[in-house]
């Protein structure tokens, strides 16, 4: 478990912008807080006490950094190419491969002729 990602997750849903915040939210020395960090460890009894006590889900907070609202916001914003730009995309694509396709042919020809030389 990431007890950084929890921390910043924390800082995140109380909108802290400081780790002194954060110190100053769970009541403890900075060195303490430091400690935590650099360990990856943390009170966990006194986490579970200062969620509850300012309503904040643990369950939110602990799960995988998924932010569900700026999901939405991408899909709203998605705007999908109209179908003829898709299909010149598609035309164009198809034109570049057969050129390839033609390019190793060609190769092969060569290193063909160049091993029946020898």
Known sequence: ???NLILNRLKQIKKFQKDRQLVEFFEV???TFSSWRARNTIDFELLCKKCQENN??????LSEECDITKMQQKVKEFTPAPVDTTTQLVNILQ???AEKDKQ??????IIDKLSNKH
């Not at 904040?56 to 907070?61: C, V």
């Not at 190793?104 to 020809?109: D, T, W």
């Open 56 to 61: 904040i889900s643990i369950d939110e907070l």
């Open 1 to 3: 478990m990431d007890i």
């Open 95 to 97: 034109n570049n491969l």
């Open 104 to 109: 190793i042919a060609s190769l092969l020809s």
């Open 29 to 31: 020395k900075a060195s």
